[in-house]
């Protein structure tokens, strides 16, 4: 097998092309000046599928590291924007930039290695970049066509099949506490349908702080019990089979005010950062703190506190 030269794009496509690229991956990881040898490590654990590399939007892959609130791996931002800023003048194009390394889960598309060159051509004004997936079995291959033949989407994998989950259930298994509430992802997005929709089971009266988005439309439909909503200088009194639509940019609130329990149906559509912004807040098994930054490190802005029961 030959060695890389180097660990660009081209060099990569002709490892694929050779039904090599795991070999590259791991000659990248263990010998580049982007080394992972821990990343190798752990790849060599057990089967991997691999596909790529394939051309992918920056917006559907998931950053795993930055200087945000609730990253995996935090990096304190001083640290993160000197990095950005010595890639920035080492990739002049997509071509000498090595394929950022993606593992697929359940559906989402982890960023695993690359997350300072994802932001960094982001802030370039990039919007796709070059990308190698891993799987972790032969279904999730198997399923996953979206990323397979990226340049003409089929359905995505998750499309392909009834997406079955059970009352009271999380799509992934986990439980997703906020205090007073409980929520469940229902439908995550996939790489060819960007929405959200989640479950968000209430025991006692309350609700989140008044708040917007500034790049996802938010659909409501109580299922059960009864809630007030406010958008933007309209108010309303939702009972069970009422909905309303918060457009992006429009201040809302809303807050379950029945008795015994209370359900809502959320779609977040595109979903923008809605996921880690969830998986962030129910660490604490509280409603989500009022902090700007937090709000603001997930396209969102804080603007007052929650809707006044009574």
Not at 164 to 174: K, N
């Amino acid at each position: 097998m030959p060695q890389p030269i180097t660990f660009d794009l081209p060099t990569a496509q002709g490892f694929a092309a050779a039904g090599e690229i795991a070999a590259w991956v791991h000659a990248y990881l263990e010998h580049g000046a982007w080394a992972n040898l821990a990343l190798s490590d752990r790849l060599r654990r057990g089967p991997r599928w691999w596909r790529g590399p394939v051309e992918l939007p920056l917006d559907h892959l998931i950053r795993c590291t930055g200087p945000e609130a609730g990253m995996e791996y935090p990096q304190p931002v001083d640290e993160w924007e000197s990095r950005i800023r010595r890639i920035d003048k080492a990739f002049p194009t997509q071509q000498d930039m090595p394929p950022l390394l993606v593992e697929y889960r359940a559906g989402l598309l982890s960023l695993r290695d690359g997350n300072h060159r994802h932001e960094a051509i982001r802030r370039k004004g990039w919007t796709t970049a070059w990308v190698i997936v891993w799987y972790n079995s032969q279904a999730d291959f198997d399923r996953d066509r979206a990323v397979g033949d990226v340049h003409q989407p089929k359905r995505s994998s998750m499309t392909e099949s009834a997406l079955f989950v059970a009352a009271g259930e999380d799509r992934l298994g986990a439980h997703r506490g906020l205090g007073i509430s409980a929520i469940s992802f229902k439908v995550l997005p996939t790489p060819d349908r960007d929405v959200l929709i989640i479950e968000n089971t209430f025991h006692a009266p309350g609700g989140p702080a008044r708040h917007l988005h500034t790049g996802q439309d938010e659909w409501f439909y109580a299922a059960e019990g009864e809630f007030v909503l406010e958008v933007g200088a309209e108010r309303f009194h939702l009972k069970p089979g009422d909905s309303v639509m918060a457009p992006r940019n429009i201040p809302h609130v809303w807050a379950f005010v029945g008795q015994g329990r209370g359900r809502m149906v959320i779609t977040f559509f595109p979903a923008g950062k809605m996921v880690p912004f969830f998986e962030e807040v129910t660490k604490a098994n509280a409603m989500p703190p009022r902090d700007p930054a937090l709000w603001q490190a997930h396209d969102m802005e804080l603007l007052g506190p929650p809707l006044a029961l009574g």
